[in-house]
Nanobody
Framework: QVQLVESGGGLVQAGGSLRLSCAAS????????MGWYRQAPRNQRELVATITNGGITNYGDSVKGRFTISRDNAKNTVYLQMNSLKPEDTAVYFC??????????WGQGTQVTVSS
């Protein structure tokens, strides 16, 4: 069973920055990709950013140029640096980890609130 521990959410003013972290542990298998998704009230969960174990990144259109995903493979930890935050970035952010077995695990979510 994979455990994911997220941290770094909170309240910030528009234009500000936050950094999210997600540490994975307990897996018998290697991790292939890690990423962040978000879900605002009444909306579906959407892609924020993902990164493979080879460092290939993918971003949702709404965050390109503002958010940066990175990863420390030795620590099985993924980071999301969020700059120039907007009120529409307000959501619960979920860490997602996919193993080489193709199993997908989710963190418990961390709230990000951007005030105008």
């Amino acid at each position: 069973q994979v455990q994911l521990v997220e941290s770094g959410g909170g309240l910030v003013q528009a234009g500000g920055s936050l950094r999210l972290s997600c540490a994975a542990s307990g897996s018998k298998f290697s991790i292939s990709s890690m990423g962040w998704y978000r879900q605002a009230p009444r909306n579906q969960r959407e892609l924020v950013a993902t990164i493979t174990n080879g460092g290939i990144t993918n971003y949702g259109d709404s965050v390109k140029g503002r958010f940066t995903i990175s990863r420390d493979n030795a620590k099985n930890t993924v980071y999301l640096q969020m700059n120039s935050l907007k009120p529409e970035d307000t959501a619960v952010y979920f860490c997602g980890v996919r193993l080489i077995t193709n199993s997908l695990y989710w963190g418990q979510g961390t709230q990000v609130t951007v005030s105008s």
